[in-house]
């Protein structure tokens, strides 16, 4: 039995993993969720925090968007099968030029009280920007608006300061993502069409190919 655990993206709650489906007699499913981040907590420290919850040798772990950035600090505490990202980045050459201003100019420290103010501009970072019913979409996947986790989670990804992508890792990412535009984001499994929230839009492709990305090691080298 393959043990694989699920790491939402930002502020969103393990219900972005609904439609994931595997074959129950060869994986068993388990669904983390976001805690609140000590006072003045590194990313590192958190990661080793989270990394306590997956209690199996050689599982698969999966996080999407800042859930991948997670999951890759995670990953130095654990001993893994496999490591995949989706949605996400896997060094800091790859954020996105706005992002990296950000951090520049520091400008993360103005963004969360307009979050937690605004409900559509926080659907907009977690989803981007061309999403259809996109407040129906918050109601249902973001739950985490606790001002400390968001303050935390924006610098810690904004900031975000790891250069060399970990070895084996399988990126997989749209090509019409909004968030981390594919142009920026190197070697990964492409998915036309998919934009910044396709776990949820393309989980038929997911279902499909995660067992065989899971069980065969030709992706490892990319």
Not at 50 to 56: C, E, R, S
Not at 135 to 161: F, G, H, P, T
Not at 177 to 189: A, E, M, T
């Amino acid at each position: 039995m393959t043990h694989l655990y699920l790491m939402p993206g930002m502020a969103a709650n393990p219900s972005i993993f609904e439609y994931i489906a595997l074959p129950p007699e060869k994986y068993t499913i388990h669904l983390l969720e976001w805690i609140i981040p000590e006072a003045q907590e590194s990313l590192a420290s958190y990661a080793q925090r989270m990394a306590q919850k997956v209690t199996h040798e050689n599982s698969v772990l999966l996080g999407v968007s800042f859930g991948g950035v997670l999951v890759q600090e995670m990953a130095q505490f654990l001993t893994l099968r496999k490591l995949i990202i989706v949605s996400s980045v896997k060094t800091k050459d790859e954020l996105p030029r706005r992002m990296k201003l950000s951090r520049k100019l520091k400008l993360y420290k103005l963004i969360p009280t307009r979050l937690i103010e605004d409900v559509d501009t926080l659907a907009k970072y977690a989803f981007g920007e061309s999403i259809k019913n996109r407040v129906a979409l918050y109601q249902k996947y973001l739950s985490m608006n606790d001002k400390r986790y968001l303050s935390w989670a924006i610098k810690e990804m904004v900031c975000w300061d790891q250069q060399t992508a970990p070895d084996g890792i399988i990126h997989i990412h749209g090509d019409a993502d909004p968030v981390f535009p594919i142009r920026y984001i190197k070697n990964p499994l492409v998915i036309k069409g998919g934009t910044h929230i396709m776990v949820i839009t393309r989980a038929k492709w997911f279902n499909k190919n995660l067992p065989e990305l899971i069980e065969n090691d030709y992706l490892d080298s990319k």
